[in-house]
């Protein structure tokens, strides 16, 4: 009987949360219209990508980060502009 009582007293129960934020995915078309194909970074900017490889290959590691620099930062273009944050 005091169970029945006691519950009308009781506070009314929260609401429950809401769904989480769907974390950023830049692969997903519908989420960054600047990647419609929905590329992964491992095969997003083929060219900028061999170019910026071939680059570190040929020089010499103690200099490739000085003559590289151009090439990377035309890769890192290439991705910021498909919607990556790099």
């Not at 009781?10 to 989480?20: C, F, S, V």
């Not at 950023?24 to 519908?30: A, S």
């Not at 083929?46 to 570190?56: L, Y």
């Amino acid at each position: 009987m005091f169970e029945r009582i006691t519950s009308l007293w009781a506070p009314t129960p929260a609401p429950a949360p809401a769904a989480p934020a769907k974390p950023y995915d830049p692969t997903d078309p519908k989420q960054n219209p600047l990647n419609p194909e929905g590329l992964k970074p491992c095969c997003a900017c083929p060219q900028t990508k061999s170019a910026r490889d071939d680059c570190f290959l040929k020089n010499d590691p103690s200099q490739a980060d000085d003559k590289c620099k151009d090439v990377v930062q035309q890769h890192l273009a290439c991705m910021r502009g498909l919607g990556f944050k790099l």
